[in-house]
Nanobody, 124 residues
């Protein structure tokens, strides 16, 4: 089965930028919608963004629209989440997820595989 590994998290200040990467293995990345979710302590996992298998369709939660950009490079089996103008409210563990033949769903139940998560902390 597919495996996903996130990287790129860290500690930044408000207003800074950060790019997360999600490397997929298993030879099926090109057929997957890739989604990004985040979870703060004591909170439920929240949808952030998604991108279709060919990059033609993207979807963002309203709170990150205009600040975050989701992209993918299928030749590298990697999806990205470029986060700009970061706010303290963005602090969370960020997860990538894969939905086989998906349609940029915004619910966790639609995704088949999940990464381990990477911590993003935005200080004031």
């Amino acid at each position: 089965q597919a495996q996903l590994v996130e990287s790129g998290g860290g500690l930044v200040q408000a207003g800074d930028s950060l790019r997360l990467s999600c490397r997929s293995s298993g030879g099926i990345y090109g057929a997957y919608t890739m989604g990004w979710f985040r979870q703060a302590p004591g909170q439920e996992r929240e949808f952030v963004a998604a991108i279709s298998w060919n990059g033609a369709v993207t979807y963002y939660v309203d709170t990150v629209k205009g600040r975050f950009i989701v992209s993918r490079d299928n030749a590298k089996n990697t999806a990205y989440l470029q986060m700009n103008s970061l706010k303290p409210e963005d602090t969370a563990v960020y997860f990538c997820a894969a939905d086989l033949w998906g349609d940029c769903a915004d619910t966790t139940s639609k995704y088949d595989y999940w990464g381990q998560g990477t911590q993003v902390t935005v200080s004031v």
